[in-house]
Nanobody, 123 residues
């Protein structure tokens, strides 16, 4: 019943910045994890970042460049992306629910997923 909608994607030059937003409706409370994943053309969907309570998690490929945050009052998740690289080009998906771990890595989420927003970084 939850609806997840991403926005904020676009075309930027390498080294530039974007901020993605994700709104969640139809779900009561805020006691659930949220995360960002991305899928490049011809590739599998990969974990990018997640937040659960006060703890944040990042893929090694984005650590130090991306920042995930959450505004509980607005039921909105953000991904601030700085120092963007062409290899960051992908469709970015937002999810709300439970983190799924394999060993010590986040691999996916169980819950509701958004439709995705395109991020293109030009060289």
């Amino acid at each position: 019943q939850a609806q997840v909608v991403e926005s904020g994607g676009g075309l930027v030059q390498a080294g530039g910045s974007l901020r993605l937003s994700c709104t969640v409706t139809g779900r009561t409370g805020t006691n659930y994890a949220m995360g960002w994943f991305r899928q490049a053309p011809g590739k599998e969907r990969d974990f990018v970042a997640a937040i659960n309570w006060g703890t944040t998690y990042y893929a090694d490929s984005v650590k130090g460049r991306f920042t995930i945050s959450r505004d509980n009052a607005k039921n909105t998740l953000y991904l601030q992306m700085n120092s963007l690289k062409p290899e960051d080009t992908a469709v970015y998906y937002c999810a709300a629910g439970d983190l799924v771990w394999e060993r010590r890595s986040i691999v996916t989420m169980e819950g509701s997923w958004g439709q995705g927003t395109q991020v293109t970084v030009s060289s």
